[in-house]
């Protein structure tokens, strides 16, 4: 299976009652092959609206961010827990981000990321661990299968409480700083080869 039979699979799913309410299904976005996966918990009304994700506000506070700490959105692949909106964009309930789950799960084996950012709580829990708290492991990395996770704040939190702004602005450095350095691994086994 490819990313494009996965998104076609995606858009006719109907395991929750999520589609019935939402417009649009929010896949994902961004380079198929992305070093780098920013994984949030769900669409916004804007998201919805247009099909995409991190479109709304939290989507510019994030775009910001990327700029500021030295990418650029299209050379990574964004993408959320649930791919319709909750109602009232509340989170996702438990069956919900189960229903959706094996999707993220596919996709991120077809992308096959060194990196997954979890932004916020809903993505660490779903990723790493159920009962995890995003206050107790914002910024710490996390290594499962191969890949280095890192949790850190939504960007709608941010929003909503300026204090998470330079907590989160330090996990964008740190995950600069080991992006770098498994750049410059790369290249090196590259010309060792």
């Keep these: ?5 996965l998104c076609r699979r995606t ?4 395991g929750c009652a999520l589609r019935q309410g939402a417009r649009r299904v929010v896949f994902g976005e961004g380079n198929p092959r992305a070093a780098i996966m920013l994984v949030g918990e769900g669409p916004g009304a804007r998201e919805d609206e247009l099909g995409r994700p991190f479109v709304g506000a939290a989507g510019e506070l994030l775009d910001r961010i990327l700029v500021a700490a030295g990418f650029k959105r299209e050379e990574l692949y964004i993408t959320n827990v649930v791919k ?6 509340r989170q996702p309930l438990p069956g919900e981000v189960q229903t959706c789950l094996p ?3 596919a996709q991120i084996k077809l992308i096959k990321p060194q990196i997954i950012v979890c932004l916020g709580a809903v993505a ?3 990723l790493i661990a159920q009962g995890a708290s995003i206050t107790r492991l914002r910024g710490k ?13 939504h960007p709608a939190a941010l929003l909503r409480d300026a204090a998470k702004k330079r907590p ?3 996990d ?5 700083a080991v992006y770098c350095a498994l750049q410059r691994e790369q290249l090196s086994l590259e010309f060792e080869v």
């Design 124 to 126: 660490t829990r779903a």
């Design 141 to 153: 990395w996390i290594m499962r299968e191969g890949i280095r996770y890192l949790p850190t704040f």
């Design 168 to 170: 989160v602005w330090e």
């Design 11 to 14: 858009l006719a799913c109907r």
């Design 172 to 176: 964008f450095k740190k995950l600069r």
């Design 84 to 89: 319709c909106r909750p109602p009232g964009n």
């Design 103 to 105: 999707i993220l799960k």
């Design 1 to 5: 299976m490819d990313l494009d039979t």
